[in-house]
């Protein structure tokens, strides 16, 4: 009983739920969830279905706790993340070493610098935003911790004002041809800024990989 009431009071924190916040989910009593949480009262087992809906755990995780198998039904959909996140990575890198070449030709042949800046401002992009999943995602197989309460609500808000620097870089890019009046300003503020290291590193490396981060952390359950 001490070992279900332990889990409880783990997931229950881990959760961001209060006694009462529970109990009000289950349509039971705050002393009811304190009783198993100490060991006195054990939940039966449509509770302990109930529990681990409302934990968003697995019941095996509920009774017997985390156990740190590569293999379990938690860990594994981080490995297929993390194996996804390294074919698209592997996928970039094939692209930068067949595809930059043969754009570099046709800037020289063409003197159009419009494919070859539209790779370069949203690739790499995309590449640190994938590798700071797939880093979370690696982390996530032995790491089981997750963000709670209102922790997470913070970690989403920087994953998206993160993401907002390079997102606004890649639209520009890839509509500087027909911007207008209305992109002008934007193409005018951004682009000097990538072009010296310290913006190209906070806008195209540090922004993205961060969003990816902060997201992962935030939406992760």
């Given amino acids: 009983m001490q070992a279900i009431g332990t889990n409880l009071r783990r997931l ?22 304190s009783s198993w949480e100490i060991g006195r009262t054990e939940p039966d087992l449509d509770t302990l279905l109930a529990l681990a809906e409302a934990l968003h755990c ?12 590569g293999y379990q039904q938690y860990q594994r959909r981080w490995i297929v993340c993390s194996m996804v996140c390294g074919a698209v990575l592997l996928a970039l890198l094939v692209l930068q070493l067949v595809l930059v070449p043969a754009l570099e030709a046709r800037q020289g042949m063409t003197y159009s ?13 995309l590449g640190f935003f994938t590798g700071g ?27 998206i004002l993160s993401a907002l620097p390079p997102l606004v870089l890649a ?30 590193f906070l806008i195209q490396q540090l922004a993205p990989f961060a969003a990816a981060v902060c997201g992962f952390l935030g939406w992760k359950r």
């Fill in 171 to 200: 639209v520009t890019a890839l509509f500087a041809q027909n911007a207008g009046s209305i992109l002008r300003p934007v193409i005018r503020l951004y682009y000097p800024a990538v072009v010296q290291p310290l913006g190209r």
């Fill in 58 to 69: 697995d019941v095996t995780e509920l009774i017997y706790g985390v156990k740190r198998n």
């Fill in 12 to 33: 229950r924190v881990r959760a961001g739920l209060t006694q009462d916040a529970l109990a009000g989910m289950l349509h039971v009593t705050r002393q009811t969830v």
């Fill in 133 to 159: 999943i797939l880093l979370c995602a690696l982390a996530s197989v032995w790491l089981p911790a997750r963000v709670a309460g209102k922790g997470r609500r913070w970690l989403l808000a920087a994953g």
């Fill in 113 to 125: 610098l419009l494919a070859y800046s539209i790779y370069r401002l949203c690739v790499p992009q």
